[in-house]
């Protein structure tokens, strides 16, 4: 069965440095989501992307945040600057239609020192 | 903005035993997704289920769009089940909206 797929699971990085968050989303998929979870918390929408652009964008997602889709397969959320409160578990998810099931990938636990 | 509410919020039972937890939503339903967080923080998905009644061997999960809840059945509950259930609403524009989870933990 496909599944979604993220890199790295786990990420340790300095306050101030950028971080680079990598996905692989379900191949025929069309709409790709980045959810972030601080521990402990629920889950927060981030960004949904659509048609090489992105198509909603929550309070968090503010100019330290970007999303790119460099090639057919990879989804990137990048994070310029990081701060301590970036400390979460970041997912990415795909659908094929806007309204259909959303599939999870695993998670990158990002922690900032 | 649509809420998304979760009860309880923590259930202890002992092995074998039944439970149901309850996922009620502010706003009209266009998909609703339960999902199971495991003890390495995977979100795997349980059920998508906008309207209707579900059954997926030991888990069921029944909405009601009309008065604006969700259940989770599990049945014959195994340490294996321990984790947090959240329950999760898709906006008009396609995010999806979490509630806050029941934290489940099955004793042996």
């Known amino acids: 069965e496909p599944e979604v797929t993220q890199t790295p699971s786990h990420q340790v990085t300095q306050m101030g440095q950028e971080v680079i968050l990598r996905c692989v989303p379900i191949?025929?998929?069309?709409?790709f989501y980045w959810y972030r979870q601080i521990l402990g918390q629920k889950v927060e929408f981030l960004v949904s992307?659509?048609?090489?652009?992105?198509?909603?964008k929550s309070e968090i997602f503010d100019d330290q945040f970007s999303v790119e889709r460099p090639d057919g397969s990879n989804f990137t959320l990048k994070i310029r600057s990081t701060k301590l409160e970036d400390s979460a578990m970041y997912f990415c998810?795909?659908?094929?239609?806007?309204?259909?099931?959303?599939?999870f990938g695993p998670g990158t636990r990002l922690t900032v020192l | 903005g649509i809420q998304v509410e979760q009860s309880p919020p923590d259930l202890i039972l002992q092995e074998g035993a039944n439970s149901t937890l309850r996922c009620n939503f502010s706003?009209?339903?266009?998909?609703l997704q339960w999902f199971h967080q495991n003890p390495w923080g995977q979100l795997i998905n349980l059920f998508y289920?906008?309207?209707g009644t579900k059954q997926n061997g030991r888990l069921s999960a029944t909405t009601v769009a009309t008065e604006r809840y969700s259940l989770l059945y599990i049945s014959s509950s195994q340490t294996t089940d321990s984790g947090v259930y959240f329950c999760?609403?898709?906006?008009?524009?396609?995010?999806?909206?979490f509630g806050q989870g029941t934290t489940l933990q099955v004793k042996p």
């Open positions: 289920i906008p309207s």
């Open positions: 999760a609403l898709q906006s008009n524009t396609g995010k999806l909206i």
């Open positions: 998810a795909s659908t094929a239609g806007g309204l259909d099931t959303q599939y």
């Open positions: 191949s025929n998929h069309l709409y």
């Open positions: 706003d009209s339903v266009n998909n």
């Open positions: 992307f659509y048609n090489n652009e992105i198509s909603e």
